[in-house]
């Protein structure tokens, strides 16, 4: 009993920083024994920020309030409260009910005038707190602030650069007058949003005011993009989630005010700027909001002039000199051109869709233009201001799609940064802004919410539009039947889509030429068009490309799937988002089904390492179910089985594959696309086949989002046979194990080790063991699961039929010790526990030796 109660109490006590001591106590009662504990750089910034005067604290402090925002958002707020308190800078007594009540963005926000409100004593303790809180390991936004502070020279040089932001710099009348006409030129084109109507409403565009509707975008500062090589939409789209629990600790966010200061990065104040983006992520609309805050003051008014293209515009030009190209769209500025370029150090050059131009960007040629008036391809000229052969000084800020970016040499950019779309909140408030009824909108996002496949896109702008579009259709249409509504709503990214077309339809025969052969034949050449695209990389299509598939215009059923800009005769097409493209892709076999073609595109599909065709192959499992692709049929007739009859031969195959004589080893990775095909399918047999005879699932080591854990979910719920499932250090959070423990009805093994398990998960889990009677062994080890919730857990342990439980390294303390007791006392089948590497020492450990003891426990071994 010595050597189990040694090895189960014995473990070492976590470490934990004691409090510290106020300033005005510590050894020496001065604030210079604080600094001594401080970094140099972070010393240093303190006792520059105490030189400053009162008016200048207030203006620093109001430069960097974003990052301040930011930086709190993604503290410990409670050890910031009892830091504040503890040493006498604020009482906090207040704000802590305030943060539970309206959340961190109003509580951040009302510290943060409060503490100014106090003066100058109040702001340099804030600091002071702030300093030792981020001491061990600073946020990325800290770093950056630090640095600023501190890099950009004395604090006159700091202050001027500020209010030149504010205030802009001096210009003749001439300038001035004709800087006027540029800015209400440039508002004119950015002071409204505008977004396609609903199919049904109205055939015009509805437009919002930028300034009321847009929505705030995440932007980090991160190279991610590099690591990229599987589809654009779902390297990110599934992967989003993880990326925002990144932002908070290792990238810095970027506020559009910040993207031309000090990069923490680079350590400079960068000059080059590069924003990268999937399809639909909002890249466009950011600098539309970039311009219009420049316009109206509120950003960068350093940039005396600011000039933005497109390079789909571009790409209609031969050789120019940069004045022309600045002339063709901005015609007025001829007079006064020359003089405005003579100080590029107050230009800001912004060039939207890299990934659109024509020109091929080698951001480390030779070739470089060294005057405005020389003719050049736009390629050489856009590099050469981005290498600052050309106006030395100016600013450049480009944006791209990810995958445009792995072709280029991105090392001549100061500062990379990514758009990552909408964070929660932002989600529903985009909901609320597109629907009027605010109970519509609620209902509507509540589904989204509880459908992953729907939820996980809804963080890129085109999909909330998208998936708002079909809802509003859903839930107009049949209000008072809630449960027939809801059979009816889609709930696979293929279900979506169809009831995306299909209501275009539905609205568009009611039209004059709206017959079912009209929309089937264009429906057929759209479809040819958007997968010669995708096979062959291509998003943006001209009127070449419409004769050559035999598009024909019908006016309102074209537009409503595909955009057009420029004016005739160069105008250029894309669909409305990159993954209509590939929906019509797929939908064009099911319309016009021939049998070689559709074998030659899976085959091409299969051969494409970048995974470009991914979701392309899911719509095609997705429309093989005929009840997806029913709603379709009364808009284009028969749809043809044979195709479906294919695709499900194609995914037997692959099944087969595994299984055979001569089965292929194939990775997680496509293992886990083929669940996705199988998902989106909706075929329970073949999932079931695809797992039933390996009667084991194993994703140990791989990462395994809440989307994916959906998946797998379908995937369990659909085979009878699988017996154990291995998803050790997966990093599966919250939401995903949800997901999965309603699945687990016929699986007797389960590994969640080293999962970083929260202690929230045990309620979780709880729900889990207590509704199987088929588990006998589950390991929870190298997980946190001490906490408030453990005794969930613990009571579901005792009603269960667990054979073996292992809670190696859980983190548990001897206050878990009597929920263990209470697991172990009511549970009868329990013969093996694993409590090692947990520190269960203390008053309690009586409790558990106790429950270990009694003849009622049939634990047999115990480690």
């Known amino acids: 009993m010595e050597r189990l109660i040694e090895r189960l109490g014995g473990g070492a006590p976590r470490q934990s920083r004691a409090p510290r001591q106020s300033t005005k106590q510590a050894a020496s009662g001065s604030r210079g024994d604080l600094l001594k504990h401080l970094t140099e750089k972070t010393s240093r910034f303190l006792q520059q920020l105490s030189a400053y005067s009162d008016a200048s604290l207030r203006l620093i402090w109001e430069y960097v309030r974003d990052d301040l925002n930011y930086i709190l958002e993604n503290m410990d707020t409670e050890n910031f409260l009892n830091e504040l308190q503890s040493q006498n800078v604020l009482n906090t007594d207040k704000y802590q009910p305030i943060k539970m009540k309206l959340g961190y963005s109003f509580f951040t926000k009302m510290i943060l005038e409060d503490l100014m409100e106090l003066g100058r004593e109040a702001v340099i303790g804030f600091w002071e707190c702030l300093c030792w809180l981020q001491n061990d390991c600073p946020h990325p936004n800290f770093s950056a602030t630090v640095e600023e502070i501190t890099q950009t020279g004395n604090r006159t040089f700091l202050e001027v650069q500020i209010l030149l932001d504010e205030h802009g710099h001096s210009l003749t009348p001439e300038l001035t007058d004709i800087q006027g006409k540029h800015k209400q030129h440039l508002l004119e084109k950015t002071q409204t949003l505008e977004e396609h109507t609903p199919p049904g409403s109205t055939l015009k565009k509805q437009s919002f005011p930028i300034n009321e509707h847009y929505v705030n975008m995440i932007v980090v500062s991160t190279s991610q993009f590099r690591r990229r090589l599987q589809n654009e939409l779902i390297a990110t789209g599934v992967k989003h989630e993880e990326y925002l629990r990144e932002t908070q600790t290792q990238f810095e966010c970027i506020s559009l005010n910040r993207l031309f200061r000090w990069s923490h990065e680079s350590k400079c104040v960068p000059h080059a700027v590069m924003v990268s983006g999937v399809p639909g992520i909002g890249k466009t609309t950011l600098m539309q909001k970039f311009v219009y805050d420049w316009v109206t003051g509120k950003l960068y008014q350093r940039f005396s002039f600011v000039f933005c293209f497109r390079f789909r515009d571009l790409n209609k030009l031969a050789e120019v000199s940069l004045e022309d190209v600045i002339l063709q769209q901005y015609s007025y500025l001829e007079s006064q051109l020359e003089n405005i370029l003579q100080h590029p150090q107050k230009l800001l050059f912004i060039f939207d869709g890299l990934d659109e131009s024509a020109y091929q960007m080698d951001f480390r040629s030779s070739k470089l233009c060294t005057n405005q008036k020389w003719s050049e391809k736009v390629g050489v000229i856009v590099v050469s201001l981005v290498r600052q052969s050309l106006l030395k000084g100016c600013s450049v800020l480009i944006t791209s799609r990810p995958a445009r ?287 039933g005879l390996n009667k084991e699932i194993y994703f140990s080591g791989f990462h395994l989002t809440p989307l994916d854990c959906s998946v797998l979910s379908f995937i369990l719920e659909s085979s009878k046979e699988t017996e154990k499932v291995n998803l050790e250090t997966c990093t599966i959070q919250d939401e995903g194990l949800r997901k999965l423990l309603t699945a687990l009805n016929n699986v007797k093994y389960l590994s969640l080790r080293g999962n970083e398990l929260k202690p929230t998960c045990c309620i979780h889990l709880a729900s889990g063991i207590r509704n199987n009677r088929t588990l006998r062994t589950l390991d929870l080890s190298h997980n946190d699961l001490d906490g408030p919730h453990f005794s969930d857990l613990m009571k579901a342990l005792a009603t269960s039929r667990l054979e073996e439980l292992y809670l190696k390294n859980t983190k548990l303390k001897e206050t878990s010790c009597v929920h263990l007791a209470t697991g172990i006392m009511g549970n009868q089948t329990l013969r093996k526990l694993d409590l090692s590497n947990n520190n269960l020492k203390g008053p309690h450990f009586t409790n558990l030796m106790a429950a270990l003891s009694s003849p009622r426990c049939k634990i047999r071994e115990v480690q």
């Not at 964070?423 to 509880?450: A, C, G, P």
């Not at 809801?486 to 709930?491: A, E, I, N, Q, R």
């Not at 095609?620 to 009364?634: A, H, N, W």
Request: aromatic share 12%; with cysteine; charged share 20%.
């Open 405 to 691: 970016l792995n072709l280029i040499d991105t090392g001549v950019f100061q500062r990379i940064t990514e758009l990552m779309g909408f964070r929660f909140e932002d989600r529903q408030v985009y909901f609320d802004n597109f629907f009027d009824n605010k109970e519509l909108s609620i209902q509507t996002f509540q589904y989204v919410q509880e459908n992953d496949s729907l939820y996980t896109f809804c963080y890129i702008p085109s999909y909330c539009w998208i998936i708002c579009t079909v809802l509003s259709m859903c839930f107009k249409a049949q209000p008072a039947n809630h449960k027939q509504l809801m059979s009816t709503l889609p709930k696979t990214m293929t279900q979506l889509f169809v009831a995306f077309v299909a209501n275009i339809l539905k609205n568009h025969n009611h039209g004059e030429d709206g017959t079912q052969d009209s929309s089937r034949e264009l429906l057929k050449s759209m479809g040819v068009m958007a997968e010669h695209g995708i096979m062959n990389h291509i998003t943006v299509f001209d009127q070449r490309d419409l004769k050559t598939f035999s598009i024909r215009i019908i006016q309102y059923l074209f537009s409503c799937f595909l955009m057009e800009s420029g004016q005739p005769p160069d105008v250029d097409y894309t669909f409305l988002h990159l993954t209509l493209q590939e929906f019509f892709a797929a939908l064009v076999h099911f319309i016009d089904y021939n049998p070689e073609k559709l074998r030659e595109s899976l085959q091409h599909a299969e051969s494409y390492e970048d995974g470009r065709c991914e979701i392309f192959v899911r719509f095609l499992c997705g429309l093989s179910d005929i009840s997806t692709r029913s709603l379709l049929k009364s808009h284009v007739a028969e749809m043809s089985v044979q195709a479906s009859i294919h695709v499900i031969t194609w995914l037997n195959e692959k099944i087969a594959l595994q299984h055979g004589p001569d089965k292929q080893k194939i990775s997680q990775t496509e293992l886990l696309n083929l669940f996705y095909c199988l998902h989106e399918s909706r075929n329970k047999i073949l999932a079931s086949k695809c797992t």
